[in-house]
């Protein structure tokens, strides 16, 4: 097993090297064909060797002077780019965060003496997020090579950096690797790093002045985070003499876990941190789906995953569930004002990732075990619908849900797609609900009733959002417009697997539950309660099935029927064509129905400054008594 770890990280970074040098599109897209298969293959031979030594904790002690060196090396070429691109666009405080932190960390390197430990380490849930990001980010990129063509064919005032841009897709790739796989935690900070420079480069992609500036500000949030893991890192190699995660974690030292857990908000974009992630959908589609599903935002919930046994009943996990579940109601709030499919998918990004991050809090197996879960189903849909989003851009020319209305007529095979996504996030007996139930019930067994309005609510205006788009898209009227589908076969390749999956995991749920969130929730914890007996998951398995079958029944038996629509009738007679009907004035009029999007109640400019205000005073104060010694 010792070698593929290796290989798992240096083949992505292999490929991050070739590509931009592959100018020919088709040469470039099979080169990017190969190195997605190469990734997956190396995943479940990592998953195989792993199962066959025992499915338990691997750890690999390298000899790695010559590699800690090196790490150091890369540190400061990153931090010299982050200068150099800093000074170019006059972000002078970036300069501070980045330089701090690296010397801060290569100080303690030098100077630290701790002792012998491990440097990497394959468990469930490292083998976990190894493969989502193996096969959901492969997959992405597989989807990326037809998208950038649309897309660049859609905006032609862009310069075409396609090489450059999936150059940066499989550096991600790369450093999501190395991030859960370290045991080191100068190891997990080099990769951590790699992972902010790197979604600021894909965000900044179009080179316009709002993309720089989101890039910018997507930077310096994650570089401050960077800093307490920095921090974390220099305190825990002096005062407890190891920078290995297990043993910070055993030992519970409530500085460097308050730190990490700091590092782990910002990078899962919790508020106030939830910016950055919002101006993310500048850019290309593949990017705001690598982020929001498979890689930037998951290091943080895997970190705090980790972190879980040393935050439960401590003060630092009370700052971590209050952050989440606050995250998770108030972003659910500001989704119901977005019309824009993209923004609905960041805000139910960061509030999905809130209560993850909550359950991390709480830090018990029950928690634990719907965090697991979360963590699987919320990274293959969002991955599909964003691809969904992307395409139906670049079909409609806008990601506008108002101009989605009646989409199942007009582009049938993208609408069943964002149909089984949208399915996934909030109906049941999907596994995304039934998560939500578990974390519900183990909130009440904690007795934290503030997160159990948070997650009530937050729930509520959940399917309100979601109903709203899935009812858009269902609509049907008679329309003159034709729209040609321009999605490439090698993108519906990618969201049929995605679908595929998700209708997969929710009829292997009980599997799901006792071969992976199970084992990951005993390893972490030493034991594992059974959270929801194997009848009652059964159960739900066949209540999907059922669900399932009876439209996909009535699918096939109608197909070919004649389809009678009612005439609509709005102030007057109908026109005859169901798009125009006669005013008060006796004139024809254009019929238009559009969502109520609640700007007032819930919009951004209304909710995000009070909310910020509220979780950074949290933050700031949990920080100070934890540091100051009231743990």
């Not at 935690?185 to 992972?195: P, Q, R, S």
């Not at 930037?296 to 209050?322: D, E, H, Q």
């Not at 409609?396 to 049938?412: A, V, W």
Request: aromatic share 10%; glycine share 8%; charged share 10%.
């Amino acid at each position: 097993m010792g070698a593929i770890p290796i290989l798992l990280i240096g083949w992505p970074a292999l490929a991050a090297a070739i590509l931009p040098c592959i100018r020919d599109r088709r040469a470039r897209g099979a080169a990017v064909y190969a190195a997605a298969a190469g990734v997956m293959v190396l995943a479940t031979a990592l998953l195989a060797a792993w199962l066959a030594g025992g499915a338990g904790r691997d750890e690999l002690y390298l000899e790695t002077g010559l590699v800690d060196h090196a790490m150091l090396a890369g540190e400061l070429v990153l931090m010299g780019l982050i200068v150099l691109l800093s000074v170019r666009h006059r972000k002078y405080p970036v300069i501070l965060l980045s330089a701090g932190q690296t010397l801060l960390v290569a100080w303690s390197e030098l100077t630290s003496p701790v002792s012998p430990a491990a440097h990497m380490r394959v468990d469930g849930l490292a083998m976990l997020l190894c493969i989502i990001a193996a096969f959901v980010g492969g997959f992405i990129c597989i989807y990326a090579v037809g998208y950038m063509k649309g897309y660049h064919e859609h905006h032609e005032e862009y310069i075409d950096r396609s090489g450059f841009f999936f150059s940066m897709l499989f550096l991600f790739l790369a450093a999501m690797f190395g991030l859960v796989l370290s045991e080191n935690l100068v190891w997990m900070y080099f990769f951590w790093e790699i992972t902010s420079v790197v979604s600021f480069l894909l965000i900044g992609y179009t080179r316009t002045e709002e993309a720089v500036a989101n890039s910018f500000r997507a930077l310096w949030m994650n570089l401050l985070g960077g800093f307490g893991f920095a921090v974390a890192i220099a305190y825990a190699a002096r005062a407890c003499g190891t920078v290995q995660l297990s043993q910070v974690v055993a030992l519970g030292a409530a500085i460097p876990v308050v730190l990490l857990a700091f590092a782990a908000l910002t990078k899962s974009a919790q508020m106030p941190f939830s910016s950055w992630l919002l101006g993310a959908m500048v850019a290309p589609t593949p990017s705001s789906a690598l982020l929001h599903s498979a890689t930037m935002v998951k290091a943080g919930v895997y970190l705090l995953i980790r972190l879980a046994p040393a935050l439960a009943g401590t003060l630092s996990g009370v700052m971590v569930s209050f952050i989440g579940g606050f995250t998770f109601i108030v972003c659910s709030m500001m989704a119901i004002a977005q019309n824009d499919g993209k923004k609905v998918l960041a805000f139910s990004t960061i509030s999905n990732l809130g209560l993850i991050v909550a359950c991390a809090g709480i830090g018990v197996e029950e928690t634990i075990w719907a965090a697991v879960l979360l963590t699987i189903f919320h990274s293959v849909a969002k991955s599909l619908l964003f691809q969904a989003v992307g395409s139906i851009e670049n079909s409609l020319g806008s990601r506008d849900i108002e101009s989605m209305h009646g989409l199942l007529l007009r582009l049938p095979r993208l609408t069943y797609l964002m149909g089984i996504g949208i399915a996934g996030m909030y109906l049941a007996p999907f596994g995304m609900l039934i998560s939500k139930w578990v974390a519900l019930k183990s909130f009440v067994d904690a007795d934290n009733y503030l997160l159990v309005l948070f997650l009530a609510y937050g729930s509520a205006t959940t399917m309100l959002y979601w109903t709203k788009w899935l009812s858009k898209l269902v609509s049907l009227h008679h329309t003159k417009e034709v729209v040609h589908d321009k999605t490439h076969s090698n993108q519906y390749l990618s969201m049929f697997v995605h679908a595929g999956a998700m209708l997969l995991l929710c009829l292997l749920f009980p599997l799901v539950s006792s071969r992976i969130a199970d084992p990951i929730v005993r390893a972490l914890f030493g034991v594992s309660h059974e959270v929801l007996s194997m009848d009652v998951l059964t159960t739900m398995a066949v209540m999907l099935v059922s669900i399932l079958f009876v439209p996909t029944l009535m699918f096939l038996l109608t197909r070919s029927a004649h389809r009678d629509y009612v005439p609509i009738y709005m102030g007057g007679a109908n026109m005859g064509d169901n798009t125009y009907f006669v005013n008060s004035y006796g004139e024809p009029e254009h019929l238009y129905l559009s969502n109520w999007y609640l700007r007032f109640e819930f919009g951004r400019r209304r909710l995000m400054r009070p909310s910020v205000i509220v979780s950074a005073g949290v933050i700031a104060v949990m920080l100070c008594m934890v540091i100051g010694g009231a743990v």
